[in-house]
C-alpha cells in the first residue's frame, strides 16, 4: 500500500500552550489507523489540523504527495479528504437531504454524478432515505450521527477523519456505525479514528499511533497491541487499556 497521508513533525499551540510537538504519521492507501490516548492528548487537535481547522506552526501535512496545510478547510474537502467531527456538528433546522446536498458542496460541478453518489451513501445509511425530509435537529442521537458521516461520504473521500463515532450512543447504534465504517473502508476509503473504547478502535483498524502530550509515544500493528494491554496501560492507564482483550 502507498502512502496516502503524510504528516510531519508538525507543531500546533492553542496560544502559549503547546497542542501537539513534532507530531509524524503516516496513513496507507485504503488503511484504517486509529489515533488513542488519554483526554488531552492531542487526538481531536490532530484531525482538526489535518482537515485545516487548525493551522501548524510548523511541519508539514500532504495528501497523495499535495501539501495540505496551507490549504483552507474546503480547499482540503475538494482535495479527497472529510471530517466527521465530535459532537455531531449539523444544520439542524435543515432537512436530512439538504444537509446530503451541502455535504456534495465540493462537487457541486458535476451535477449529473449527485444522484450516484447519493444513492452510494444511501444505501450504507436506509434509514437517512426513510427520514429524507425530516429536520436534522429532530432526529435521534443515532441517527445524527449517521446523517454526519454520510454528509462526509457525500464527497467522495479518500480519507475520512471519525473522531469519537460512539460517544453518547447505544452499543447497537454504535456497532451499526463501525460495521458502515468497515463496509466504506473495503470499498477504498481510508480512514483515520479516533475512539474513546480503546478495544473498540483496535478491532475495527490495521495499525495505531498512542499520543501523549501532543506526542507519539507508541505505534504498531493496532492486533500486537489489542494482545499486550500491559504495554497499552502504561500510556493510556488501567481503566483505559483494561476492555482491551474483551
Known sequence: M?????????DVSYGPVKALRKLSLVVKEGEMVALLGANGAGKTTTLRTISGLMRPSSGSIALDGQRLDHLSAHRIVARGLAHV???RELFPTLTVMENLRLGYWSRRRDK????????????????LRER???MAGSLSGGEQQMLVMARALMSSPRLLLADELSLGLAP???QQLFDILREVNREGTAVILVEQFVHL??????RAYVLAKGQCVLEGASKDLREDPAVMASYLGEAQAAGIGH
Open 2 to 10: 502507498n502512502p496516502l497521508l503524510l504528516v510531519n513533525e508538525i
Open 85 to 87: 467531527p465530535e459532537g
Open 112 to 127: 449529473e454524478g449527485f444522484g450516484t453518489q447519493l444513492e452510494r451513501v444511501l444505501r450504507y445509511f436506509p434509514r
Open 132 to 134: 429524507s425530509k425530516q
Open 172 to 174: 447497537m447504534v454504535v
Open 201 to 206: 478502535a483496535l478491532a475495527n483498524t490495521d
